[in-house]
């Protein structure tokens, strides 16, 4: 069986070699021509297209489904060889879906289960100790008023991740602990760290620590929460809570009213209100004086309360180990276990999204409530692990799950869900797609078969099942709600449920490779194969080719005009056609399309036509789509296209799906692209909003494949595509779900480095913090300094001076440095955590550079050498990906101000010493120079005077002679001149007037010949014989006189001719037959070589293209190229009959070929050839390989200066030994 991608292949291998990029919009003008019409009623009766009944064929193959397995059936391919296959019952698996503790389905109130996620794969990345992370196993995350994530490790300190890197903070740099159970920032910016020994505050620059004996109720730290008057309490394991003011640490145990004093959680309402979560005493609430405790026995879900969350609506949520989860609204509990679809009844973590929806982290996944129901994401659906102990949003709402052992897992929404075999998909290339009349979406795949999706698994039919062939292009449903597929290399087969009736060419198609199927509103079938085009009407198949008219043979996409009015047939080889049932109108690049290789079609709801070729989008507007169904006369490029330099990602476009929110969606080698379609005017059509989709922009998706409905969107608005990679192979699109960012990045700096070398700006001061300073070696060290080292960089950076340093990134403000540290680099980031490799940003130096940077991606900027003065850096970004309103447009730029001094030499006081020292030699030095400079100044005028005197004498006399040797030297190059081009032109005339010389020369001799005859026959005269045989030589005579005269004439032609070449030609050109000018010129130089002292025998052979227009010549000219070319070939060939004996058969060729806007003349013989080291000094003048003076070396010369004056180019093309070929192009 052929394989389509081999068809596919040379389809592409075709618009490969199309030229790029030439316009933007409606620019391929550059020879339109009107589309071609071919009207079937014109054909002849041999080519039109017939009905083929299936009457007169075999009838098709019919197989039942089996419900189980047993039977045989055989296959019969084309060439006659059969195929046996044994029948099995269609294949099932569905979905994962939530189960309990002991292993059983749970299920919604409908009686159907709940899925895993959205069945699939879904998009999340992880963290873990290879990315930078201090620990797999994370306790608690949060997400800072910077925007940036912090992570407490179950023994590895705590992490702060910026978008691109792990800043780690353990004991050695003056936490309290490593094991860390809950961090919180407070309303002035400083991170808290709860660890089982204490609590550790971070400002930024140090860590201050406190534990039982400063008054903390217990060391074991599990909760913290901030009042409104901004007092901290703490959730201890066994002391109870303790508050702290700044200053003083407040506790409260049971004997205060407190539940228990086992606190592991603890948050405050909207009203003021703490909540505390005991291990084992349920939940209490104090409003500031009093202790409100709630347990099982009020309604609460489990008396061990792990976390809190309050929701946007006021709702307190409450996560229990065991007891699941319960929603308080401050009367009433409502509660929600895995009977109700919660992943697990342990909940540590809650967090409520930015779409509202309630997150869950469970000891099974993490479910997520939209209000009405559970959806649970696990380790099957990507997360690295199933334990989650926290979860924070950043600010693109992208949420940040922390497990048990699995690193950090960022989930990025559920826009993108991928399928592959390991969720029951036939196969993991998906080619086509479908979704029937009862909702079930069909997939066809590259060697599976076809799969059922029916929301909750996939059923899958293929050769075992009956199914023609298990490559799967082609997808379509019927009237009667049967299911059409066409195969590769298999014919197509009708699925009605019950069989599988299978057409092949044994039936009537025109090849078995169904490449697209459709349906007309009269029910009929219109069938795309790589043998043109068929329809079906249930009783006979009518085919169509480019013989009928069609614009190429295979067939990639066919679309259907509303009430029936035709349809538009994609070929991979010759463009798009439309069909109205009675011709076919044909489009291509001459029309203005941007390729002829069509691969994708598609309309949109304001009627424009996509299509999609291997060169770009092109575009038929409405307007102009319409004239062509009409049969209005199209007299201009009626296309606009888009390419990858109008923002598309690629130039192959493989899918088109008009939207049902009105955006175009586009699929191709690149992924997927999603613009607004355009509604403006012809004129202004443009790509709107382009939003891109693949793997360089985060998404799973690079290539799509190339089916049918390859990219299809359901009825719900989803769409799925088939990506052609055994990774993501099928993928579900939400475009609706995408988490768009809704603010503009925020911008920082990281780092500030000095002459390359990195630098702990707190160590250069003096009166420093000591932990700060301490934290900063060993952030950028790994250890602490020792004072030789920490002397020997104060040292080293001697001079520079700075006021202070800001937090969490060690900046120097007011920065001053001396001239000798003038190199200086800056790195800087934003706060977008999900897709950093999305923020594009500009810098500029003011002072130092005059413009602003292009736009870069990188996060660094180096500037060296830079003189002294003051200097602010501004630095601006913004985010490509998907935003909302202004969200993508630039931030305001950052800015950051330094200065650096001049050197001492350039100091305002080495300039005043300068001065000074100056002043105190000046003037006395001033008084005798000036004095001597007038006396030697009045010595050097005399002198001059002497000397300018004897000088213009010498001058005059030179100049007299000068003139003389100049008048001689002007005659004599006159005359070499003369005699120069005067050598030429005889060299040139003796060159050409010898070839109609040797005509003259040799027809006169044959004359002298004939009448030494004639005189013998006047002498048999006498003898009373007839007279015919001398008026025959008489005859003889007159003819080779004739042509003596001709050929004289020729050869004052030639002088005139040739005088005139030497002038630059004479200009005169007339539209002029090229071939009848080749005929009479090759038979004549035949001829006189015939005629020739030393004739040989030539095989000659014509093959002139009669299409060939009249061309503009100068026929006198070129008949000479003509003549010289053909006489050089006899000349070489009878060369080789020397050397190679009566073997050799000489053969000369001569040939013309139309090439469209130009012609091609090809003079070949198989003679010796000509050597690669002489074949480039051919066309110099007087360079001749003949001996003696049998050439002169300007045949070839002339000849060249010939082709050029008609506008032309002559190639050599020779292999030694065997053959030579001079090529003419000449223009029309």
């Known amino acids: 069986m052929k394989n389509i991608l081999s068809l596919l292949g040379l389809a592409f291998l075709l618009f490969s070699c199309s030229k790029e990029g030439k316009l933007d919009d409606n620019q391929d003008q550059l020879s339109f021509s009107p589309p071609e019409i071919i009207e079937l009623v014109t054909l002849p009766d041999s080519v039109k297209p017939e009905s083929l009944s299936l009457n007169t064929f075999p009838a098709p193959r019919v197989i039942r489904i089996p419900k189980q397995a047993g039977g045989t059936y055989t296959y019969e391919d084309e060439g006659g060889e059969s195929q046996t296959f044994q029948l099995l019952a269609p294949s099932r698996q569905d979905l994962l879906v939530l189960k309990n503790e002991a292993g059983e389905v749970v299920k919604k109130p409908n009686g159907n289960p709940y899925l895993l996620g959205e069945g699939g794969i879904s998009q999340f990345r992880t963290f873990s100790t290879d990315d930078g992370l201090a620990l797999d196993a994370v306790n608690t995350a949060i997400l800072d008023s910077r925007g940036h994530l912090w992570f407490g490790t179950n023994g590895g300190g705590i992490s702060r991740y910026d978008g691109s890197d792990f800043t780690n903070y353990t004991t050695s740099q003056g936490l309290i602990d490593n094991t860390v159970r809950i961090i919180m920032e407070d309303s002035k910016g400083n991170i808290w760290i709860g660890t089982i020994n204490g609590v550790s505050r971070f400002d930024g620059f140090s860590f201050k620590s406190y534990t039982t004996a400063d008054g903390l109720a217990n060391d074991f730290v599990f909760g913290i929460a901030e009042d409104g008057a901004g007092n901290l309490w703490f959730g201890t394991g066994g002391g109870g809570i303790s508050k702290f003011d700044g200053t003083t640490f407040t506790n409260y145990t049971t004997e205060q009213g407190l539940a228990d004093n086992f606190v592991i959680a603890v948050t405050k309402d909207s009203k003021g209100n703490l909540y505390f979560g005991t291990n084992g005493g349920g939940m209490s609430r104090f409003d500031g004086s009093t202790f409100t405790n709630y347990t099982e026995s009020e309604g609460l879900a489990g008396n061990r309360v792990r976390s809190f969350a309050l929701g946007s609506d006021g709702t307190l949520w409450i996560g229990t180990i065991g007891g699941g989860i319960s929603r308080f609204d401050g009367v009433r509990f409502q509660n929600f276990t895995t009977k109700d679809g919660l992943a697990d009844n342990i909940v540590r973590a809650i967090l409520e999204d930015s779409n509202g929806n309630i997150w869950f982290g469970t000891g099974n996944g993490t479910s997520r409530f939209d209000g009405e129901e559970f959806t649970t994401y696990t380790r099957d659906q990507g997360m690295p692990a199933n334990s989650i102990l926290a979860i924070a949003s950043d600010k693109s709402g992208k949420l940040w799950f922390a497990t048990d052992g699995g690193g950090i897992s960022r989930f990025d929404g559920s826009p993108f869900t991928s399928f592959t075999v390991n969720q029951g998909l036939g196969g993991n290339i998906v080619m086509s797609t479908l979704e029937d009349r009862n909702g079930n979406l069909w997939f066809g795949t590259n060697g599976g078969g076809v799969s059922v999706f029916d929301g909750l698994g996939f059923t899958t039919y293929s050769i075992s099942q009956g199914l023609g062939g298990d490559f799967i292009y082609s997808l379509v449903e019927d009237q009667n709600g049967d299911i059409w597929m066409g195969t590769a290399g298999r014919g197509f087969s009708k699925f009605d449920g019950k069989s599988f009736t299978t057409y092949t060419s044994a039936q009537g198609l025109p090849s078995n490779e169904i490449l697209s199927i459709v349906k007309d509103l009269k029910g009929n079938l219109w069938l795309g194969t790589e043998n043109g085009l068929s329809k079906f009407n249930g009783a006979s198949f009518t085919n169509f080719g480019p013989e009928q008219g069609l614009a190429g043979y295979a067939v990639l996409k066919i679309l259907t005009e509303d009430a029936d009015k035709g349809i538009w047939i994609a070929t991979a080889d010759g463009g798009l056609s439309f069909f109205d049932g009675k011709k076919f109108t044909n489009l291509s690049i001459k029309q203005g399309l941007a390729d002829n290789a069509v691969l994708s079609l598609a309309k949109d709801r304001q009627g424009n036509l996509w299509i999609g070729t291997g060169n770009g989008l092109s575009v038929l507007p409405d307007s102009l789509r319409k004239a062509i169904t009409e049969n209005q006369p199209i007299e201009q490029n009626p296309f606009y296209t888009f390419r990858t330099e109008n923002g598309l990602p690629n130039n192959v476009i493989l899918q088109i799906v008009p939207m049902s929110n009105g955006k175009i969606a586009i699929g191709t080698n690149l992924g997927i692209a999603v613009f607004n379609s355009p509604y403006s005017v012809i004129s202004d059509f443009s790509l709107e909003n382009i939003e891109i989709f693949n793997s360089n922009t985060g998404y799973?998706?690079?290539?799509?494949?190339?089916?049918?409905?390859?990219?299809?969107?359901?009825?719900?608005?989803?769409?799925?595509?088939?990506?052609?990679?055994?990774?993501?192979?099928?993928?579900?699109?939400?475009?609706?779900?995408?988490?768009?960012?809704?603010?503009?990045?925020?911008?920082?700096?990281?780092?500030?480095?000095?002459?390359?070398?990195?630098?702990?700006?707190?160590?250069?001061?003096?009166?420093?913090?000591?932990?700060?300073?301490?934290?900063?070696?060993?952030?950028?060290?790994?250890?602490?300094?020792?004072?030789?080292?920490?002397?020997?960089?104060?040292?080293?950076?001697?001079?520079?001076?700075?006021?202070?340093?800001?937090?969490?990134?060690?900046?120097?403000?007011?920065?001053?440095?001396?001239?000798?540290?003038?190199?200086?680099?800056?790195?800087?980031?934003?706060?977008?955590?999900?897709?950093?490799?999305?923020?594009?940003?500009?810098?500029?130096?003011?002072?130092?550079?005059?413009?602003?940077?292009?736009?870069?991606?990188?996060?660094?900027?180096?500037?060296?050498?830079?003189?002294?003065?003051?200097?602010?850096?501004?630095?601006?970004?913004?985010?490509?990906?998907?935003?909302?309103?202004?969200?993508?447009?630039?931030?305001?730029?950052?800015?950051?101000?330094?200065?650096?001094?001049?050197?001492?030499?350039?100091?305002?006081?080495?300039?005043?010493?300068?001065?000074?020292?100056?002043?105190?030699?000046?003037?006395?030095?001033?008084?005798?120079?000036?004095?001597?400079?007038?006396?030697?100044?009045?010595?050097?005028?005399?002198?001059?005077?002497?000397?300018?005197?004897?000088?213009?004498?010498?001058?005059?006399?030179?100049?007299?002679?000068?003139?003389?040797?100049?008048?001689?030297?002007?005659?004599?190059?006159?005359?070499?001149?003369?005699?120069?081009?005067?050598?030429?032109?005889?060299?040139?005339?003796?060159?050409?007037?010898?070839?109609?010389?040797?005509?003259?020369?040799?027809?006169?001799?044959?004359?002298?010949?004939?009448?030494?005859?004639?005189?013998?026959?006047?002498?048999?005269?006498?003898?009373?014989?007839?007279?015919?045989?001398?008026?025959?030589?008489?005859?003889?005579?007159?003819?080779?006189?004739?042509?003596?005269?001709?050929?004289?004439?020729?050869?004052?032609?030639?002088?005139?001719?040739?005088?005139?070449?030497?002038?630059?030609?004479?200009?005169?050109?007339?539209?002029?037959?090229?071939?009848?000018?080749?005929?009479?010129?090759?038979?004549?130089?035949?001829?006189?070589?015939?005629?020739?002292?030393?004739?040989?025998?030539?095989?000659?052979?014509?093959?002139?293209?009669?299409?060939?227009?009249?061309?503009?010549?100068?026929?006198?000219?070129?008949?000479?190229?003509?003549?010289?070319?053909?006489?050089?070939?006899?000349?070489?060939?009878?060369?080789?009959?020397?050397?190679?004996?009566?073997?050799?058969?000489?053969?000369?060729?001569?040939?013309?070929?139309?090439?469209?806007?130009?012609?091609?003349?090809?003079?070949?013989?198989?003679?010796?050839?000509v050597p690669n080291d002489i074949k480039d000094k051919l066309l110099m003048p007087f360079f001749t390989t003949k001996k003696g003076t049998e050439g002169t070396g300007l045949g070839l010369s002339i000849t060249h200066d010939i082709i050029k004056a008609h506008n032309g180019m002559l190639d050599i093309t020779t292999q030694v030994g065997e053959w030579t070929k001079f090529s003419i192009i000449l223009p029309k």
């Open 700 to 1169: 799973p998706v690079k290539d799509l494949t190339d089916g049918q409905n390859g990219m299809y969107q359901d009825s719900k608005g989803i769409l799925w595509a088939g990506t052609g990679s055994n990774k993501t192979a099928l993928v579900r699109f939400d475009y609706e779900a995408l988490l768009r960012n809704k603010e503009k990045p925020e911008i920082f700096i990281k780092q500030l480095r000095i002459n390359e070398e990195e630098i702990s700006w707190e160590s250069l001061q003096v009166n420093e913090n000591n932990i700060s300073r301490k934290s900063s070696e060993q952030s950028i060290f790994g250890q602490e300094l020792t004072a030789i080292d920490r002397e020997s960089i104060r040292e080293r950076f001697k001079g520079v001076k700075f006021k202070e340093t800001t937090p969490f990134y060690s900046i120097p403000q007011e920065l001053v440095l001396p001239y000798r540290h003038n190199h200086i680099n800056i790195d800087f980031g934003s706060n977008e955590l999900a897709k950093p490799f999305l923020v594009e940003y500009q810098y500029i130096l003011e002072g130092y550079d005059e413009e602003w940077s292009p736009v870069l991606k990188k996060t660094s900027a180096t500037f060296g050498n830079i003189h002294e003065g003051d200097y602010t850096f501004l630095v601006r970004a913004r985010f490509t990906g998907s935003v909302e309103g202004t969200a993508g447009d630039w931030t305001e730029p950052l800015a950051y101000s330094f200065k650096v001094l001049p050197p001492v030499y350039r100091t305002w006081w080495a300039y005043l010493t300068y001065t000074l020292i100056f002043l105190s030699f000046a003037y006395p030095i001033h008084r005798y120079q000036r004095n001597k400079a007038i006396k030697q100044e009045q010595d050097k005028a005399r002198e001059r005077e002497l000397e300018q005197a004897r000088e213009i004498e010498k001058a005059y006399t030179k100049l007299e002679s000068a003139h003389e040797n100049l008048k001689s030297t002007q005659a004599q190059l006159i005359q070499q001149e003369k005699l120069a081009s005067l050598g030429q032109l005889t060299a040139g005339i003796a060159h050409e007037i010898k070839n109609p010389l040797n005509f003259v020369n040799n027809f006169s001799g044959l004359s002298l010949e004939f009448l030494e005859e004639v005189e013998e026959e006047l002498d048999k005269l006498e003898e009373s014989e007839p007279l015919e045989n001398v008026r025959d030589l008489l005859g003889d005579i007159k003819i080779n006189l004739t042509k003596i005269k001709h050929h004289g004439g020729r050869a004052d032609g030639i002088v005139k001719s040739m005088l005139m070449h030497s002038r630059g030609g004479s200009g005169s050109m007339e539209p002029s037959d090229v071939n009848e000018v080749i005929k009479e010129y090759v038979n004549l130089s035949f001829h006189g070589m015939r005629a020739n002292k030393n004739p040989i025998n030539v095989e000659l052979s014509l093959d002139l293209d009669e299409s060939l227009p009249k061309i503009p010549l100068n026929t006198e000219d070129f008949s000479r190229v003509i003549l010289n070319l053909t006489k050089n070939a006899f000349d070489a060939m009878r060369e080789k009959i020397a050397k190679a004996g009566p073997d050799y058969k000489a053969k000369l060729e001569v040939r013309t070929k139309n090439l469209g806007d130009k012609i091609l003349i090809e003079v070949e013989d198989n003679g010796p050839g």
